[in-house]
């Protein structure tokens, strides 16, 4: 599968949604960087966190997401954005007041 076509399929899921991208500070010398916001809707960009990610972090980047009312995640950039945004999605299904690793 192509490049282009990988492109319009995440378009076509991210077009009209508040995108929660979770990247690294190197997301803008990346050669796709233009492609991306191309293909997302509205975005609200995270990267303040550090290479090993830490629990503060996580929550951070919780409470961010639910304040800009966010309704997708994509991440870009290698382990820690990857793991950062899964666990982003997970914890952000749980009650605020939690403790989350509980």
């Known amino acids: 599968m192509n490049q282009e076509i990988k492109l319009d399929k995440l378009s076509y899921f991210l077009a009209r949604k ?10 803008d010398q990346l050669c ?3 492609d991306v916001e191309r293909a997302c809707g509205e975005i609200f960009r995270f990267s303040d966190f550090s290479p090993n990610p830490q629990y503060e972090d996580i929550c951070k980047g919780v409470d961010l997401f639910r304040s800009e ?17 899964k666990s982003i999605k997970l914890f952000s299904t749980m009650d605020p007041g939690d403790i989350y690793l509980d």
């Open 69 to 85: 009312n966010c309704d997708a995640i994509l991440a870009v950039g290698g382990g820690s954005a990857i793991d950062v945004a």
């Open 32 to 34: 796709i960087k233009e």
């Open 18 to 27: 508040k995108t929660f991208l979770v990247c690294g500070r190197s997301f």
